[in-house]
């Protein structure tokens, strides 16, 4: 369920909530009126016919909001802002990719709605998948490179401002269109507010509104960002029709995500030493009758993760990897039967070992599938080809294919 509220001007008692639902609770409004009084002060001459901006709003949740002037005084100027506040469960957020136009869109406000107002259900079904067709159109335009620069800057965690003379919802469903998935429910846009107060990732401003806070770059900057990895192989994947690449790329892990990976492997890192050290000690060896033979060196073992560190893959990850290293395996004549199984991507890396040429002497961690979960298996394969970087914490196993594609080099068929 989706709750809802009213808020705007009502004559001479001056900004109140003038209509609600029974589940918007009292506790709800002083921080609900602080979502709406952020929104700025008006400048003088600039209107807002309609604009969608989103924030969290306390554990749990996310507040799409949608602004618009309520009519005009006798001069023609605009009258009183309204704010119609939607206070969606961030369950439900994060599960329509967090896209808080798309939300929007599915509920017109009724700006003359008083009093009681009626619990909103989600019925409609999830945002169409992003194709390359459509990432194509978005790119279509004069100001790509901005949209593009822009995107790579707001994964590098800068923030974005863009000046006009009125709302912009069209540039911001784009820039949001070019962003994984797990960063846009990180992340909050306003297509419109009166002035740049810090709290949004992307927002449009009125001209001369977009003072220097620290942190943001403007859109001439974004234009001339530095190209990044992720900029790249997005406008690449979408120029060659590439939708796997793509479909990758938009489920790329966000920064947040990331840095919750290294310092959960840093923790368990901190945890392991003190742990073995209050294990009780072996006791003494017997000594042998006689000395030892000399044994060979410890041959060297790869990095690998704990097992128990490895979440299992999801279906859809499954998927992506079965597909990559089958086009992987097809480009080098090796012939992977189908599936996309923890056994069938265990024997499609087994069968890819095999077919690649002799590692180093002294890289052989033993049989793959013995190592336990398929990351721990294709990470042992990188390390055997001598891949560097084969244990960076965050890897996916799609980049883990890519890394090897790298090293490899081309099929010479």
Same mark, same amino acid.
Request: glycine share 10%; aromatic share 6%; proline share 10%.
């Given at each position: 369920?989706?709750?809802?509220?009213?808020?705007?001007?009502?004559?001479?008692?001056?900004?109140?909530?003038?209509?609600?639902?029974?589940?918007?609770?009292?506790?709800?409004?002083?921080?609900?009126?602080?979502?709406?009084?952020? &929104?700025?002060? @008006?400048?003088?001459?600039?209107?807002?016919?309609?604009?969608?901006?989103?924030? *969290? &709003?306390?554990?749990?949740?996310?507040?799409?909001?949608?602004?618009?002037?309520?009519?005009?005084?006798?001069?023609?100027?605009?009258?009183?802002?309204?704010?119609?506040?939607?206070?969606?469960?961030?369950?439900?957020?994060?599960?329509?990719?967090?896209?808080? &136009?798309?939300?929007?869109?599915?509920?017109?406000?009724?700006?003359?709605?008083?009093?009681?107002?009626?619990?909103?259900?989600?019925?409609?079904?999830?945002?169409?998948? #992003?194709?390359?067709?459509?990432?194509?159109?978005?790119?279509?335009? *004069?100001?790509?490179?901005?949209?593009?620069?822009?995107?790579?800057?707001?994964?590098?965690?800068?923030?974005?401002? &863009?000046?006009?003379?009125?709302?912009?919802?069209?540039?911001?469903?784009?820039?949001?269109?070019?962003?994984?998935?797990?960063?846009?429910?990180?992340?909050? *846009?306003?297509?419109?507010?009166?002035?740049?107060?810090?709290?949004?990732?992307?927002?449009?401003?009125?001209?001369?509104?977009? /003072?220097?806070?620290?942190?943001?770059?403007?859109?001439?900057?974004?234009?001339?960002? !530095?190209?990044?990895?992720?900029?790249?192989?997005?406008?690449?994947?979408?120029?060659?029709?590439?939708?796997?690449?793509?479909?990758?790329?938009?489920?790329?892990?966000?920064?947040?995500?990331?840095?919750?990976?290294?310092? +959960?492997?840093?923790?368990?890192?901190?945890?392991?030493?003190?742990?073995?050290?209050?294990?009780?000690?072996?006791?003494?060896?017997?000594?042998?009758?006689?000395?030892?033979?000399?044994?060979?060196?410890?041959?060297?073992?790869?990095?690998?993760?704990?097992?128990?560190?490895?979440?299992?893959?999801?279906?859809?990850?499954?998927?992506?990897?079965?597909? @990559?290293?089958?086009?992987?395996?097809?480009?080098?004549?090796?012939?992977?039967?189908?599936?996309?199984?923890?056994?069938?991507?265990? #024997?499609?890396?087994?069968?890819?070992?095999?077919?690649?040429?002799?590692?180093?002497?002294?890289?052989?961690?033993? !049989?793959? /599938?013995?190592?336990?979960?398929?990351?721990?298996?294709?990470?042992?394969?990188?390390?055997?080809? +001598?891949?560097? +970087?084969?244990?960076?914490?965050?890897?996916?196993?799609?980049?883990?294919?890519?890394?090897?594609?790298?090293?490899?080099?081309?099929?010479?068929?």
């Amino acid at each position: 369920m989706i709750e809802q509220a009213i808020y705007g001007g009502h004559g001479a008692g001056g900004y109140q909530f003038l209509a609600r639902s029974p589940g918007f609770l009292d506790t709800w409004l002083p921080a609900a009126e602080r979502l709406c009084t952020g &929104f700025g002060e @008006r400048p003088a001459g600039v209107a807002c016919p309609g604009c969608v901006f989103a924030q *969290p &709003f306390g554990p749990g949740r996310v507040a799409v909001v949608q602004a618009a002037d309520q009519g005009g005084d006798d001069a023609g100027r605009p009258g009183a802002l309204g704010f119609r506040l939607l206070v969606v469960p961030a369950a439900l957020y994060d599960g329509l990719g967090g896209d808080p &136009f798309y939300i929007a869109d599915q509920f017109p406000p009724d700006w003359r709605a008083r009093g009681e107002l009626a619990a909103l259900e989600w019925t409609a079904e999830a945002p169409p998948a #992003r194709t390359v067709e459509a990432l194509r159109k978005v790119l279509d335009a *004069p100001h790509s490179a901005i949209l593009l620069g822009g995107a790579q800057a707001l994964l590098d965690g800068t923030r974005l401002v &863009f000046e006009r003379p009125a709302p912009d919802a069209g540039l911001l469903r784009d820039l949001w269109a070019l962003l994984p998935t797990n960063s846009r429910r990180e992340m909050w *846009p306003a297509s419109f507010a009166f002035a740049n107060a810090g709290q949004f990732h992307a927002v449009v401003v009125p001209r001369d509104a977009g /003072r220097e806070v620290p942190g943001y770059i403007d859109e001439r900057q974004a234009g001339d960002y !530095p190209e990044g990895n992720y900029e790249w192989r997005l406008q690449s994947a979408v120029e060659h029709g590439d939708q796997r690449e793509m479909d990758a790329l938009l489920a790329r892990r966000s920064r947040r995500q990331m840095i919750r990976l290294a310092l +959960g492997l840093l923790l368990v890192m901190a945890v392991i030493p003190p742990v073995v050290m209050l294990l009780p000690a072996s006791p003494p060896a017997v000594p042998p009758a006689a000395p030892p033979a000399a044994t060979p060196a410890a041959a060297e073992k790869p990095n690998l993760p704990d097992a128990d560190l490895c979440p299992p893959l999801t279906d859809h990850e499954r998927k992506q990897l079965a597909e @990559r290293l089958r086009r992987f395996a097809g480009e080098r004549g090796i012939d992977l039967p189908a599936g996309t199984t923890d056994a069938a991507l265990t #024997r499609d890396i087994d069968a890819v070992d095999r077919a690649l040429p002799a590692p180093e002497p002294g890289r052989d961690p033993g !049989p793959l /599938r013995d190592l336990g979960p398929v990351q721990r298996q294709l990470r042992a394969l990188l390390w055997k080809q +001598g891949v560097a +970087g084969y244990d960076a914490a965050g890897l996916n196993t799609v980049e883990m294919v890519e890394k090897l594609e790298d090293k490899v080099g081309p099929s010479r068929r």
